[in-house]
C-alpha cells in the first residue's frame, strides 16, 4: 500500500503539490476561525443557586438550603442536586445532564425556585450564581490612583457605580467581581448602632446622638475615604502568623469579608486593623455584647476559645507584612 502511494506521487507531481496546498490553505484559515479555549470546560452544566440569611448553619440547613434542594429535585433533565450551608450562606448546586443548555438549565431553575420562594424566611434573599464556572476567571485587573487625589473609597465607588457596568456589557462577560476598598454601608450600619445606643462608647454615641439619617450617609461617605490602617512596623511572630493563618481557613474568615479581608456591601473591613479592636470587637462578639449588629458573627465567635481569639487579631492586625 505504501508502495503504491508512493508510486503515484512520484507519478503525480504537480496534483500532490496542489493538494497539499490546499490543505495548508484550510489549516491557516481554520488556526484563524475556529474557536479554540485556552482552558477547556469540560465540567457539567451546572446552575447555583446563592442564597444569603445572617442564621447558623443549622437553621440555614433547615429553613433555606432543604426546601431549594426538595424543590430542585423535580425539575426535569437534572442529574443531582448538592447543598452547603454555612454562616449567612447556602449554596445549591443544580447539576443537569451532559448536553443540556445552559441557558436552559437556568430557565428550568428559576422555574422550580419561583414555587419555593414563598417558604423561605422573609428576610433571606435568593438569586442565581452567574453562567460561568472557576475556570471562566480570565481576567484581574486593579484600579491605581498615580495623582493621590482619590480613596479607596472614590476608587471602589468607580469600580461599582461605573466601570463594571462597562465591562458587562463586552459579550461574553457573566460577572465582574470586586475585591478592595473599605464598603461605605458597613460604616452606615456601625453609625446608625451607635446613635440608637445599640453599640455603647460614650464618645461615639455622643457625637452621633443629633444626626439625621442623611448626616449618617455623608459621615460614613467621608470616613469611607480615608486610608485603610497599615501593618504595625514590628517584628512579627512567625509562629504566632502560622497559627493564626490556620485558624482564620478553620473559621473561614475570608468566606465572608473576601480573601483580602476589604469587606464588601454590610461587611467591613478586618484586615489591616489594629489588634486591640479586633480582639475587643471579637470579645464582644463572643460575649452576645453585639448581638443584635450581626447574629451570624455572634455564632461563630461563640464556638471559638478565647486564646484562638487572640491568635486571629494577631495575625489580621499584622496581615500583609
Request: hydrophobic share 40%; with cysteine; proline share 7%.
Amino acid at each position: 500500500m505504501i508502495d503504491r502511494i508512493i508510486d503515484f506521487s512520484v507519478r503525480n507531481k504537480f496534483l500532490v503539490l496542489l493538494l497539499v496546498g490546499a490543505a495548508a490553505l484550510a489549516g491557516a484559515r481554520a488556526l484563524r476561525e475556529v474557536p479554540l479555549d485556552a482552558i477547556p470546560d469540560v465540567g457539567d452544566t451546572q446552575v447555583i443557586v446563592y442564597s444569603r440569611w445572617d442564621r447558623s448553619p443549622d437553621l440555614i440547613e433547615a429553613q433555606v438550603t432543604y426546601p431549594i434542594v426538595t424543590a430542585m429535585l423535580g425539575a426535569p433533565r437534572v442529574k443531582a442536586v448538592r447543598g452547603v450551608s454555612d454562616f449567612g450562606y447556602s449554596f445549591v448546586y443544580v447539576i443537569f445532564e451532559d448536553g443540556t443548555d445552559t441557558y436552559w438549565a437556568r430557565t428550568r431553575t428559576l422555574e422550580y425556585l419561583s414555587g419555593v420562594t414563598s417558604r423561605l424566611p422573609p428576610d433571606s434573599r435568593t438569586e442565581l450564581g452567574p453562567d460561568a464556572t472557576g475556570v471562566g476567571w480570565v481576567f484581574q485587573y486593579a484600579l491605581v490612583d498615580r495623582s493621590g487625589r482619590h480613596s479607596l473609597a472614590d476608587l471602589r465607588s468607580y469600580q461599582d457605580w461605573s466601570l463594571r457596568y462597562y465591562l458587562k456589557a463586552v459579550p461574553g462577560v457573566s460577572e465582574v467581581a470586586s475585591l478592595g476598598g473599605q464598603p461605605a454601608d458597613f460604616l452606615l450600619i456601625q453609625l446608625y448602632q451607635f446613635r440608637e445606643k445599640q453599640r455603647i462608647a460614650e464618645p461615639m454615641n455622643e457625637l452621633t446622638k443629633d444626626f439625621t439619617d442623611d448626616d449618617l450617609r455623608e459621615f460614613s461617605n467621608a470616613l469611607a475615604q480615608l486610608p485603610p490602617p497599615t501593618a504595625p512596623e514590628e517584628p512579627v511572630d512567625a509562629a504566632r502568623m502560622a497559627r493564626g493563618q490556620e485558624l482564620v481557613g478553620k473559621h473561614r474568615c475570608g468566606f465572608c469579608h473576601n480573601p483580602d479581608f476589604s469587606g464588601h456591601d454590610q461587611i467591613g473591613r478586618i484586615a489591616p486593623q489594629r489588634e486591640d479592636y479586633l480582639l475587643k470587637a471579637l470579645t464582644e462578639y463572643k460575649s452576645g455584647e453585639r448581638s443584635g449588629y450581626d447574629p451570624a458573627m455572634v455564632e461563630v465567635a461563640q464556638e471559638i476559645p478565647a486564646p484562638e481569639l487572640a491568635e486571629i487579631a494577631y495575625y489580621l492586625a499584622h496581615w500583609g507584612r
